[in-house]
């Protein structure tokens, strides 16, 4: 099953690093920056959405496309955040659970982090994902692979 992954990653490119490694590593993933045009539907069985947080949940434009996803697909979720405390994609899981799509679970770590009184500080998490989360994120996404 092809695989494609949908990504906003527009405060560090820190998610994006997480896609890069799984894209890498899996020849059947496609990544597509959302926002770049009309999202590609059909030739995918199961698509991940995968974003920085911003105030607690996913950012907008990827929770806007994960609204708009046809019935049918199997679904994850890729995510940074600036303190990793809860799952930020519940509820767009649910989103896309009432859309008649199957959720198949998500992967969140820590992302570098300037904003607000952050910058001030030079940042939080600097270096993050690293090389283990990275790691982390494809073998979560192998873990997927069992249709
Ligand atoms: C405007 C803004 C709001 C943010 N709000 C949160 C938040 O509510 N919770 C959190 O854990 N991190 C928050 N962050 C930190 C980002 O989620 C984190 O840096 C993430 O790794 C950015 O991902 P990206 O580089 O892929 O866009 C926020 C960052 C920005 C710029």
Redesign the pocket.
Known sequence: MKTLIIC?????????KLCDAIAAAEPDVDLLEVGRGPIPWEGYGRVGFA??????KLYPAITEAAQSIPAGKEVFFLY??????RDFSEQLADAVKARGCTVLGSYGCK???T?GPFKLIGGINKGHPDQAERDGAVAFYRGLKND
């Open positions: 906003g990653s527009t405060h560090h490119g820190n998610t994006r974003s920085g947080v911003a105030f607690g940074t955040c600036g303190k990793n405390s992302g570098f982090d904003y």
